[in-house]
């Protein structure tokens, strides 16, 4: 079976609402792969390149929020098929806005984000830009809700890849579940091009 690499937004995890509902609406079709990545962004980096290196050269990316970030250059780097949910494409901007002690959504669990991170985020941007990813196996997908991220932004710097972009909703796309089999068709069929319906924008 398949497998699909899923890199989830800052301060979420694995064990995420969008996680659980990809996992299960996935279930017979590919097993859905999510680190933790929890973790400064040049060992999470590390973690991703890691858990690449050792799945199928044709293992395609998920990522959202700041996953997307993740997503793209891993895409852009390993020639991955993407999808690219509500991306972050400037996470060092975020970031030094966000630093000190800050606790996992649904946990209890806190994380420290240090001043350093946004330098880190440079440095990872100016190694594999996120922007450079190869259109036609990338999907972007935009709410016009996001209260966090410009998701005009987004539209624009992936203005020639295949968007799907959703009035209203939010940034944690609380509609997910209606948005996943969009998703897996994509990611899933053995050409880019053979998806039960046309991209949307």
């Known amino acids: 079976m398949p497998a699909i690499l899923y890199f989830h937004g800052f301060l979420s995890s694995p064990l995420s609402a969008k996680v659980d509902i990809l996992r299960r609406t996935a279930q017979g079709r590919a097993d859905v792969i999510a680190p933790d990545l929890n973790l400064p962004p040049l060992e999470a980096d590390r ?44 996470p060092w901007t975020f970031a030094a806005g966000q630093t000190g002690m800050r606790t ?21 941007a100016a190694e594999v830009s996120p922007v450079a ?13 996001d209260e966090v991220l410009p998701w005009r932004d987004a539209m624009k ?17 609380s509609d997910f579940a209606g948005v996943v089999p969009r998703v897996l068709d994509f990611v899933l069929a053995d050409d880019p091009d053979e998806k039960s319906e046309p991209p949307c924008s």
């Open 47 to 90: 973690i991703i390149c890691e858990t690449l290196a050792s799945l199928p050269r044709d293992t395609p990316v998920v990522g959202s929020s700041l996953g997307g970030f993740y997503a793209a250059r891993a895409a852009v780097r390993f020639g991955r098929r993407s999808v690219l949910l509500n991306p972050c494409l400037t």
């Open 104 to 124: 996992i959504y649904g946990t209890d669990r806190t994380v420290e984000v240090k001043p350093s991170y946004s330098d880190d985020f440079l440095t990872l």
């Open 133 to 145: 990813v190869r259109p036609r196996e990338t999907l972007v997908v935009l709410t016009t809700g």
């Open 157 to 173: 710097a992936y203005a020639a890849c295949r968007q799907f972009i959703i009035p209203g909703s939010d940034h944690r796309i």
